[in-house]
């Protein structure tokens, strides 16, 4: 005769505290996830804060007034206006309806918002916005430029140039993305400005962007002190030229993001293998690049000689 042994009963105070002590552990990983960051990327925050532009261009309502409005906690209008959440495609419809916007402009809406919070989002070249709010909030900058000077670091009269030579936008279109790209670099003069590391090719520094007064001042302005800039020499060989321009952002308390663009499409990579394989370039790029104090020499020796014709010289330490 089988005799089957049931697992003996906890006594009910004892099932109640194994429970409460699940929901605790739950609560404490939460939080700890929290605390850790938040799920936002470049172009949820960029979406959000255009919501948050919305309601303050088409209404008087505060964040509070609209959310008593809708029925939602002020916390609510917060985080989605800051992308730190996914609101439903019936919230976004909500909000943008108290704020009188046309159906038309609410489905345009919808259909960027869908890829918002996308570890991979692609842009066309001439959307700006989202790099630059990713790059104002940035702790940590690191950038990696084969062929022209970083435009964090560009003179108004390289970046005009630069756009003129170009030969892509008009008179209007290069005056107003010279004025976008100079404003951009406020964010290194600010007190609490981001660390920066420009990886900079020779390649960048030998090619003569307008006349060589334009050059000599471009190369001094690398000089400037609130930042540091690595020369990849030549001799580094094709290790030291890579298949695109690179940037990767990090923050304090989110995501680090990484991007690369072209005159086809900008990319942002919150992905985790992505951020990773940034990681690695950079960690490569600082194994084959010239010391801070030895770039710095370079370049200056390059300023002082750029009238005697920068394009034909050979890229030398002082």
């Given at each position: 005769?089988?005799?089957?042994?049931?697992?003996?009963v906890?006594?009910?105070?004892?099932?109640?505290?194994?429970?409460?002590?699940?929901?605790?552990?739950?609560?404490?990983?939460?939080?700890?996830?929290r605390?850790n960051?938040?799920?936002?990327?470049?172009?949820?925050?960029?979406?959000?804060d255009?919501?948050?532009?919305?309601?303050?261009?088409?209404?008087?309502?505060?964040?509070?007034?609209?959310?008593?409005?809708?029925?939602?906690?002020?916390?609510?209008?917060?985080?989605?206006?800051?992308?730190?959440?996914?609101?439903?495609?019936i919230?976004?419809?909500?909000?943008?309806?108290?704020?009188?916007?046309?159906?038309?402009?609410?489905?345009?809406?919808?259909?960027?918002?869908?890829?918002?919070?996308?570890?991979?989002?692609?842009?066309?070249?001439?959307?700006?916005?989202?790099?630059?709010?990713?790059?104002?909030t940035?702790?940590?900058?690191?950038?990696?430029?084969?062929?022209?000077?970083?435009?964090?670091?560009?003179?108004?009269?390289?970046a005009?140039?630069?756009?003129?030579?170009?030969?892509?936008?008009?008179q209007?279109?290069?005056?107003?993305?010279?004025?976008?790209?100079?404003?951009?670099?406020?964010?290194?003069?600010?007190?609490?400005?981001?660390?920066?590391?420009?990886?900079?090719?020779?390649?960048?520094?030998?090619?003569?962007?307008?006349?060589?007064?334009?050059?000599?001042?471009?190369?001094?302005?690398?000089?400037?002190?609130?930042?540091?800039?690595?020369?990849?020499?030549?001799?580094?060989?094709?290790?030291?030229?890579?298949?695109?321009?690179?940037?990767?952002?990090?923050?304090?308390?989110?995501?680090?993001?990484?991007?690369?663009?072209?005159?086809?499409?900008?990319?942002?990579?919150?992905?985790?293998?992505?951020?990773?394989?940034?990681?690695?370039?950079?960690?490569?790029?600082?194994?084959?690049?010239?010391?801070?104090?030895?770039?710095r020499?370079?370049?200056?020796?390059?300023?002082?000689?750029?009238?005697?014709?920068?394009?034909?010289?050979?890229?030398h330490l002082a």
């Amino acid at each position: 005769m089988m005799v089957v042994r049931t697992p003996p009963v906890k006594p009910a105070r004892q099932r109640n505290s194994t429970r409460l002590g699940t929901m605790l552990f739950g609560l404490q990983r939460l939080t700890s996830d929290r605390m850790n960051g938040d799920p936002s990327t470049p172009y949820s925050r960029d979406l959000g804060d255009e919501l948050r532009q919305i309601r303050e261009q088409w209404t008087t309502f505060r964040g509070r007034k609209i959310a008593r409005m809708l029925g939602w906690d002020p916390g609510k209008v917060s985080n989605i206006e800051h992308g730190k959440v996914r609101a439903s495609e019936i919230d976004i419809i909500q909000y943008l309806g108290r704020c009188g916007r046309p159906q038309s402009f609410i489905e345009n809406f919808l259909e960027r918002y869908r890829s918002a919070f996308d570890t991979y989002v692609v842009q066309v070249p001439d959307s700006l916005r989202t790099m630059a709010m990713a790059e104002s909030t940035a702790e940590k900058i690191t950038s990696y430029d084969l062929t022209y000077i970083p435009g964090l670091l560009q003179t108004e009269e390289y970046a005009t140039a630069l756009y003129v030579a170009r030969g892509v936008l008009s008179q209007d279109m290069i005056e107003a993305a010279v004025r976008f790209r100079i404003e951009r670099q406020a964010i290194l003069r600010r007190h609490d400005r981001p660390q920066c590391v420009f990886y900079v090719h020779e390649n960048a520094l030998r090619l003569k962007v307008g006349n060589d007064e334009v050059m000599e001042e471009q190369l001094m302005r690398l000089l400037f002190h609130t930042h540091v800039i690595r020369i990849v020499p030549a001799a580094s060989g094709p290790a030291g030229v890579l298949l695109a321009n690179y940037v990767l952002w990090e923050y304090e308390k989110r995501g680090s993001v990484a991007y690369t663009h072209s005159d086809l499409a900008k990319v942002f990579v919150q992905d985790d293998i992505g951020v990773k394989r940034c990681k690695s370039i950079f960690a490569r790029l600082d194994a084959l690049a010239l010391s801070e104090e030895q770039s710095r020499s370079v370049v200056a020796d390059l300023a002082s000689r750029s009238r005697e014709g920068l394009g034909d010289r050979r890229l030398h330490l002082a």
